[in-house]
């Protein structure tokens, strides 16, 4: 599923719902962002967006619809014969956990960020991703106005999550341990160990996600405007302490 929107540099909706053909117009145009969104893309779909309209290095584009456990940031400069304009490559994990389902998921989430555009890539629904659109459609914050304001919000939220995750997974490890001691089986035992081995797998996320954060949070990147560093560097923050916690 492709969804697009271009906003004004004001950050007000210019339209949605593009025609992919249409796309190339939209990018030439400097007093537009272009925000496209790829929710379980079929092949056509992706080959279409990432190859024909946006022209992004073949290994970029392999590291994204490869499935991918690294998170990692590179930045792509066109050489002599590229097509594309410069762009930061992102991989990161989104993490969900349910106490009612038992269930602990990861969703990876790709960025593709350029002076004037802004590509998501996605298998799974992914909240930070839909709240950051319905924001960008109220006009809350401003935030449209830029892609790497768009990609700052997102991170954001994604962040945020990891918390509740954090927090759900402790409480249950607590009531299983007492559940231990006080009548002791194999079953429990063995979703004690369960949610255990969860608690590590965060922190095999966060803590690589964590140094790919701290690249922004330095202003090692000319795409992030320098007024936009601290909001980076916030992000950090908040990924430290949960690495902290977990």
């Known amino acids: 599923m492709i969804r697009s929107l271009a906003f004004t540099t004001q950050g007000r909706l210019h339209t949605k719902d593009i025609e992919i053909f249409l796309m190339p117009t939209l990018l030439a145009d400097t007093n537009l962002f272009l925000w496209v969104d790829l ?34 940031v590179e930045e ?26 038992g269930v602990f998921a990861t969703s990876e989430l790709n960025f593709f960020l350029g002076r004037n555009f802004l ?21 809350t914050g401003h935030i449209a106005r830029a892609p790497d304001r768009v990609a700052y919000t997102i991170l954001d939220g994604i962040v945020e999550n990891y918390k509740p995750a954090l927090d759900e997974l402790s409480l249950e490890i607590a009531q299983l341990e007492h559940e ?19 608690v590590l797998h965060l922190r095999h996320i966060v803590s690589p996600q964590r140094e790919v954060l701290a690249r922004f949070a330095h202003g090692e990147f000319k795409l992030i405007r320098p007024h936009l560093v601290p909001y980076y560097r916030d992000v950090y923050d908040g990924l430290f302490h949960i690495s902290e916690l977990a």
């Open 39 to 72: 929710e379980n893309p079929t092949p056509e779909e992706s080959q279409r967006v990432l190859e024909s309209i946006f022209h992004f290095h073949p290994l970029s584009i392999e590291d994204c619809v490869a499935v991918s456990e690294a998170p990692k």
């Open 76 to 101: 792509y400069t066109p050489k002599e014969g590229d097509r594309f304009t410069p762009y930061l490559f992102m991989v990161i994990h989104a993490v969900d956990y349910s106490r009612k389902d």
């Open 180 to 198: 231990v001691v006080q009548t002791p089986d194999k079953q429990t035992l063995n979703r004690l160990l369960q949610i255990k081995k969860e």
């Open 119 to 139: 590509v998501t890539y996605h298998e799974l629904p992914l909240k930070s991703v839909h709240m950051t659109e319905e924001r960008c459609l109220r006009g």
